[in-house]
């Protein structure tokens, strides 16, 4: 009877394996959000690009335009 409460004592005081298994979704659910975040910002960055890219290659063209075509006069 004494074994039996000995392995039951054991039994209910070991835990570390649970919290173990707990800082592990909580990290698994931090990642997630964090790819989450970033994949919603990755297609704003490149939203951004785009519209920087077209508004520098307009410029250029303008640009070019009212110089000569960008020759340098000779």
């Keep these: 009877m004494k074994a039996l409460r000995r392995i039951a004592g054991f039994v ?3 835990d570390r394996g649970q919290d173990l298994a707990e ?3 909580i990290t698994a659910l ?3 959000v964090a790819l989450g975040i ?3 910002a990755s ?3 490149k939203g951004m690009w785009t519209s920087m890219n077209a508004s520098i290659q307009a410029g250029n063209s303008s640009g070019a335009a009212t110089t000569g075509g960008g020759t340098n006069g000779n």
């Design 12 to 14: 209910c005081r070991n």
């Design 23 to 25: 800082y592990c979704l």
């Design 38 to 40: 970033f994949w919603y």
């Design 30 to 32: 931090i990642a997630l």
């Design 43 to 45: 297609g704003g960055l």
